[in-house]
């Protein structure tokens, strides 16, 4: 009889890249959401280095205001509400003439 042989497997472990500011911050945002709700339902929060640093009911005006505190950083703004907001990205349709296949 011919006998079994079984080789090891080896273990592949591929680093994890690290999150970016924005990311950081933007899941900073849902982790503080719920306590956010109850404190600033209806106005846009910045968060900065996982902290809300300012609020205000115009996101523009937000924005002008932090960067204009803590400098020209990367933030998380967003409005606090239970509905998620749909991000629109822009594109162009391509136009073509009936009967043209190509």
């Known amino acids: 009889m011919s006998e079994t042989i079984i080789t ?3 273990d592949v472990s591929v680093p994890v890249p690290a999150l970016s500011k924005g990311e950081r911050e933007y899941r900073a ?6 306590g956010l709700l109850a404190t600033h339902r209806g106005q846009y ?5 996982g902290q809300v640093v300012d609020s205000d009911a115009n996101d523009i005006i ?3 205001r932090v960067h204009a505190r803590i400098g020209y950083v990367p933030i998380y703004v967003g409005i606090v509400s239970e509905e998620r907001q749909v991000a629109r990205v822009p594109h162009y349709r391509e136009y073509r003439p009936a009967g043209d296949s190509a």
């Open 8 to 10: 090891p497997i080896f």
């Open 29 to 34: 945002f849902l982790h503080m959401l719920p």
């Open 45 to 49: 929060v910045a968060v900065h280095e």
């Open 62 to 64: 937000l924005i002008q």
